[in-house]
């Protein structure tokens, strides 16, 4: 049985929260080293953030049950990085869509629905 199978709402919140705190800290340590490097291809960039920063923040979302509040946190986190690695920023305008669009990658929503029906 998995750690995270019988949470209830407000364990399942802390553990968002927890999960959103040890991403953006990961991210953070990324910063210098790879999101602001100008030699490392956005393809690199998008697949760390894949593979470290999306596996640490989805950790067991396979059986959260978010509010649309935690839903909107967790998409304005991911599209924060989204927008890092495209070397854009909230002055730019660029719509969500957009940026998903510009970097070919799915709607967090579409990642997490994806995982649930593994």
């Known amino acids: 049985m998995r750690l995270f199978a019988m949470r209830t709402f407000s364990q399942c919140a802390i553990i968002i929260e927890s999960r959103?705190?040890?991403?953006?800290t990961a991210v953070n340590m990324l910063r210098n080293v790879i999101w602001y490097r100008k030699t490392m291809s956005i393809n690199a960039k998008l697949r760390i953030l894949r593979a470290c920063i999306l596996f640490i923040l989805l950790y067991g979302s396979e059986v959260w049950t978010l509010t649309v509040a935690q839903e909107s946190r967790i998409n304005?986190?991911?599209?924060?990085?989204l927008r890092t690695i495209l070397g854009l920023n909230l002055n730019d305008r660029v719509s969500n869509l957009t940026i998903l669009k510009l970097s070919g990658q799915p709607a967090i929503q579409d990642i997490m629905r994806k995982n649930r029906l593994r």
């Open 76 to 81: 304005s986190f991911y599209m924060k990085c």
């Open 20 to 24: 959103l705190t040890k991403a953006t």
